[in-house]
C-alpha cells in the first residue's frame, strides 16, 4: 500500500479530518521519539524528527501533483504550509513548555515535599 493510499485509508477509517490527523500524528511522532531514544520532550531532536517528518509528507504530497497552472500553485503550497503548521503547533508548545516552564508539566513540589510542613497547603489525595 503506497503513502498516499495509507493516509486516505486512515482518514477514511478513523472518521478524522486530515488537519487533525496532522495534529495526532506531530503530538504521536514526538512522544514516541522521545521514548525511544530516552529524550526528554525538553530536548530539541524529538521535535526535530516532526519537523523532518512533516516537511518529507508535504513534498512527497507536492510530488504527486504535476503541471500545476500557475494561478493554483498557490492552494497547492498554501494548504502544505497550513499542513506543516498543524502538525508543528503542539509539538512546539510541548517543547517550549518543557524547556521553559518545565514546573508547568510537574508538581512543583515534588513527590518528597509533600508533607504538612508547609503550612497545612499539602494537595489532598
Wanted: glycine share 6%; proline share 5%.
Amino acid at each position: 500500500m503506497m503513502w498516499f493510499e495509507f493516509k486516505d485509508w486512515l482518514e477514511l477509517s478513523t472518521g478524522l479530518d486530515r488537519d487533525s490527523l496532522h495534529i495526532y500524528a506531530g503530538v504521536g511522532l514526538q512522544l514516541a521519539v522521545a521514548i525511544c531514544l530516552r529524550r526528554s520532550l525538553a530536548s530539541v531532536i524529538p521535535w526535530l524528527f516532526v519537523v523532518v517528518a512533516a516537511c518529507g509528507n508535504e513534498y512527497y504530497d507536492l510530488s504527486f501533483v504535476s503541471e500545476i497552472p500557475s494561478d493554483r500553485n498557490n492552494i497547492y503550497l498554501d494548504e502544505a504550509v497550513r499542513d506543516i503548521s498543524n502538525t508543528l503547533l503542539l509539538p512546539t508548545i510541548l517543547l517550549l513548555i518543557s524547556r521553559f516552564w518545565p514546573h508547568w508539566l510537574a508538581d512543583k513540589y515534588g513527590p518528597d515535599n509533600r508533607s504538612d510542613e508547609r503550612g497545612g497547603d499539602s494537595p489532598s489525595v
